[in-house]
């Protein structure tokens, strides 16, 4: 059975944010002994060996120096080096919950950009849905003291900078994925490197394994990402980022033995609720849209 591509697009990002909460689960362990430059070089350098070679099997080597659009391109490569640097610079400084809420503003954000910079309508139901996941982020993180400081800040702009990155990827939709995440992980990988020269900590292999696993995992989220609004519009899957709060919650009760609050079932219950609302709703009007255009044919 073939998946209809709005809900293709929620499937990947859904997936997308599973493998992002890994990574910012074990990236939050690692940023407290070792320079967040060093993290971004050594964690995209082994993202590069794993796509380079793939690329160039495939004969797509080439293409990355036909750069399409490459103002949005370069600009988007910006983005992207501010989010994950904002992201461990804020993790550094506050509680990871905390940065989670302020991260999990972007759906708001990207709600609000498409539709001044790509124009999509976004109806009463995606709107409430978007209220009533962060509804559920803010119940169970509720804000605390550490929230209003200048690493709050980074958080946001982080989280802002996250929403401007959908906002180019379903821009650039055109451009092969794998040329987007290439272009991407060599421009944090240069980001990093350059401050390798200011501070370097020997990691353990342990250590030196996990952030060379950042790499393959941080890539492929941005991979499923970046497909997912390709696949459906950014106002239909963004939603869908609150999810992170969920598996969050899964691996801490699986790996830590935590046990959620009745407030964070609660806040979990509404995340859940609301991308199930969108879930169904794309569902019910992309088959209205199917016999709409089979009735059309036929007269």
Request: glycine letters at 8%.
């Amino acid at each position: 059975m073939k998946i209809k591509p709005h809900l293709a697009g929620i499937l990947l990002m859904l997936g997308g944010m599973f493998l992002f909460t890994l990574n910012d689960a074990i990236g939050k362990w690692l940023v407290a002994d070792y320079p967040v430059g060093q993290i971004l070089a050594v964690r995209s350098a082994a993202a590069l060996l794993i796509l380079l070679p793939y690329l160039w099997r495939q004969g797509l080597l080439a293409g990355l120096f036909r750069i399409e659009q490459p103002g949005l391109q370069a600009l988007r490569v910006t983005l992207v080096v501010a989010e994950v640097a904002l992201f461990y610079l804020a993790v550094r400084h506050l509680p990871l919950a905390d940065v989670f809420m302020f991260y999990l503003a972007s759906p708001i954000f990207v709600t609000l950009l498409s539709v001044v910079f790509l124009g999509e309508r976004v109806g009463l139901a995606r709107w409430v849905a978007v209220a009533v996941g962060f509804a559920g982020v803010v119940l169970i993180f509720p804000p605390s003291a550490a929230a209003l400081t200048l690493p709050a800040l980074m958080a946001l702009a982080g989280s802002f900078s996250l929403a401007l990155m959908m906002i180019l990827a379903r821009r650039l939709r055109a451009s092969n994925g794998f040329h987007l995440i290439t272009l991407q992980t060599s421009g944090v990988a240069l980001a990093g490197a350059v401050t390798l020269p200011l501070s370097w900590v020997s990691p353990s292999p342990l250590a030196f394994g996990l952030i060379c696993l950042l790499g393959v995992v941080a890539t492929t989220a941005h991979f499923m990402l970046n497909h997912a609004v390709k696949l459906a519009p950014a106002n239909v899957v963004a939603p869908f980022q609150y999810t992170a709060i969920v598996w969050a919650m899964a691996l801490g009760y699986l790996v830590w033995g935590d046990v959620p609050t009745p407030a964070a079932l609660g806040g979990a219950a509404l995340i859940v609720s609301a991308g199930l609302a969108i879930f169904f709703h794309e569902n019910r009007t992309q088959r209205q849209a199917e016999l709409s255009e089979k009735v059309v044919s036929e007269v």
